[in-house]
């Protein structure tokens, strides 16, 4: 079975600056992610990774280029529009965990669900499902202060999933993790994709990490390379 692309880039570029200091990140960046894979982003740092995962993420926007997702371009939609897919076809984890330090696991799941409309019962349901499929159910009560950073992560991935997104991007998730954390965190993500059909993007400095996911591509002079 031939698998859907889920997220497109086409052409992307993405400059900062103005004149002489302008800085040329992204020059033409092409990538297609397949639903059900799993690829490493892997470059060295101040390569662009992270301006790729949020151009990619609708967080920001390309200079020139096109950003389809589920087949439909994104750069022409209106600011509505574009928040309207990022919330129910993208997930996004950072290197911190930024969960609402207030709130409990199982709330900071919840949080995405209630804003796209969910029942509080409903959304509690599938938070605490995520949370179990996280193997972290026991801790759905806590506050992000009480968790461990692993915990924490989980968390996160839970929160980015919990409106069933087509495509998952992280950004150095497990950056601040000791090797085996990082392990544990990745097998649940894994497992996440595996059984979901989800399409996840990964930036990462963990090579051991990298060589475990489908593929890897890098940044090369502002264009993506397989690797
Ligand atoms: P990476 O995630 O691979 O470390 P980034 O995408 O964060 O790389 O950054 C790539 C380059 O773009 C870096 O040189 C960074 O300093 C620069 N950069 C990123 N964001 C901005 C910004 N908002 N304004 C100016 N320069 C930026
Ligand atoms: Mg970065």
Redesign the pocket.
Known sequence: MKRKVVLQLSGVERH??QGETS?S?LKGADFALHSGEIVALV?P???????LLHVAGLLEHPDAGEVLINGQACEGLSDDKRTAVRRSEIGFVYQFHHLLPEFSALENIMMPQLISGLSRKDASERAAQLLDYMRIGHRADHRPAELSGGEQQRVAIARAVANAPLVLLADEPTGNLDPATAHYVFDALEALVRQSGLAALIATHNHELAIRMDRRVTLSDGKVVEV
Do not use: C
């Open positions: 900062y600056g800085l990140i470059a740092s101040g390569t662009g990774k992270s301006t």
